[in-house]
């Protein structure tokens, strides 16, 4: 490890820290931990949304896939780009209006909780209960990827370069909640743009141009500038469906949440877009090129998602490097911190404060929050402890839990009038078990990716539970009248 690597390295993550440190002393109470006193500008809530989004596997699983696939992985990045448009367009404002219109809801369980008057807080439990679960699971494909990243760019072995980036990640999120999670993801969106700008240009211009890196390919695979290569229509389904876990993100919806005013959020959402189009398509490029000058070069990689890392040492000089590999840190860390968030709100808001203590103290709740950011972390370490996993397969399986578990019911609840708690429940539980039992199942019909056949399971179940049992009260169909005038204004 050259010098200059590790210094631009360890200055970026003191800086992280920092932040952190700075909001520490700005916060007040558990709005102000859990989603910042709902003031975050366009700017920030857009790339903050962003990084927390594409986590480690846009500068691992993405060029990985594009690299080992070949241009049918890029069916993925179409599913999402669209998927994320539509989040924007149709979520984003209405779930803020109705969150703050709902005794202004700071968390996902407490906005089903009040727009379903779910007074035995039964669906509150089964919500966190749900991410929970599902974020163990994506919280520790973060720290496989930072892992990673560590034992590649320090020559560390893996359980030194696991303990190492926990440590930091869980550091500023203990210290500074929400504010230090949105400006330090601030920060690290704009780091992974230009990280993804910078070196497909370069790895294009060291393979001899776009031509020539094409005709590279073709020669050792042809198979792999093939749109349709070996893809059935399940395959082309399955990675398009990627798109539909948007809905469903307990740590991209919260960003909606959270902004100062909903009149925003159109500005938000073309600087989301932009940085997302800019950032997937530098991935795939990374990737596709990447395989390109492997080849040419004659080099040996054996773990297809470490293709930016390989790239980034062999073709910059050491200080750039540094700053391209704090970008990977940067993609793993703005995802971590805001799963982290959400699991300790949940456990504080939504369980110990809504069930077991609702006389706690704000100074009580800030600190339970911080408690449980550390204990979620040691289990999604020790998930984590094996090398082996795969940060894509981590992440699409706990993508696919929260979008059949609540993007059906996210949106309906926002657009349809008369769905109720029963109808939210067996939404909730039809989508995470059809996850869960369709994954293990492998072959025909069954390849298909698990978030399709739960979001549409859910969905079913949402509108058919709602005609049976007790309706809604005329005060939440009052309200719910009351947002869609505010939305038509």
Avoid: C
Wanted: net charge negative; proline share 2%; charged share 15%.
């Amino acid at each position: 490890m050259e010098l200059p690597v590790l210094i631009s390295f360890s200055l970026y993550m003191i800086m992280m820290i920092g932040i952190g440190i700075y909001f520490y002393f700005k916060t007040d109470d558990l709005s102000d931990y859990v989603l910042g006193g709902r003031g975050l500008g366009p700017g920030v809530t857009a790339l903050s949304a962003g990084a927390s989004d594409m986590s480690g596997w846009l500068l691992l699983g993405l060029p990985g896939l594009m690299y080992s696939d070949g241009i049918v992985g890029s069916w993925i990045a179409i599913g999402l780009i669209i998927g994320a448009f539509l989040n924007w367009q149709y979520v984003a404002k209405a779930l803020r209006i109705y969150t703050h219109r709902l005794s202004d809801s700071i968390t996902i369980p407490d906005y089903f909780s009040n727009r379903f008057e779910d007074k035995g807080n039964i669906l509150r439990v089964v919500t966190a209960v749900v991410i929970l679960l599902f974020y163990t699971l994506y919280t520790s494909s973060g720290l496989v990827g930072g892992a990673k990243l560590f034992e590649a760019a320090f020559n560390l072995d893996y359980s030194t370069a696991l303990l190492i980036g926990s440590f930091v990640i869980v550091s500023y999120t203990f210290l500074g909640g929400y504010n230090a999670v949105s400006w330090t993801d601030f920060i690290q969106g704009i780091l992974m743009m230009l990280a993804l700008v910078i070196t497909p240009l370069v790895v294009i211009y060291h393979v001899g141009g776009v031509t020539e890196g094409v005709r590279i390919i073709a020669s050792v695979d042809p198979a792999k500038l093939d749109m349709f290569n070996s893809a059935s229509l399940i395959g082309i389904l399955s990675l398009l469906a990627w798109g539909l876990g948007y809905f469903g993100q307990p740590h991209i919806l919260v960003r909606f949440m959270s902004i100062r005013h909903e009149d925003e959020m159109h500005r938000a959402k073309l600087v989301g877009m932009s940085w997302m189009i800019l950032s997937v398509v530098g991935s795939l490029a990374v990737g596709f090129f990447g395989f390109a000058y492997v080849v040419a070069e004659g080099i040996n990689l054996n773990d297809s998602e470490k293709i930016f890392i390989t790239l980034t040492q062999l073709l910059f000089n050491p200080w750039i490097a540094g700053f391209l590999l704090a970008a990977i840190l940067a993609a793993i860390m703005s995802t971590i911190d805001s799963q982290l968030l959400v699991s300790s709100s949940v456990l504080t808001r939504d369980i110990y404060h809504a069930i077991l203590r609702k006389d706690a103290s704000n100074r009580e709740l800030v600190w339970i929050g911080r408690v449980t950011v550390i204990i979620i972390a040691i289990i999604a370490w020790y998930i984590s402890t094996d090398k082996d996993s795969s940060v894509l397969q981590l992440v699409a399986y706990a993508w696919a839990g929260f979008g059949a578990a609540f993007g059906p019911l996210v949106i309906l609840s926002l657009y349809k009038r008369n769905i109720t708690r029963l109808g939210a429940l067996a939404g909730m539980i039809t989508g995470s078990v059809t996850v869960i039992i369709w994954k293990p199942l492998e072959g025909g019909l069954f390849d298909l990716y698990e978030l399709l056949p739960g979001f549409v399971f859910a969905w079913l179940a949402i509108i058919l539970f709602s005609k049976i049992g007790t309706q809604s009260s005329d005060e939440t169909l009052k309200t719910f009248d009351e947002v869609h005038q505010s939305l038509k204004a």
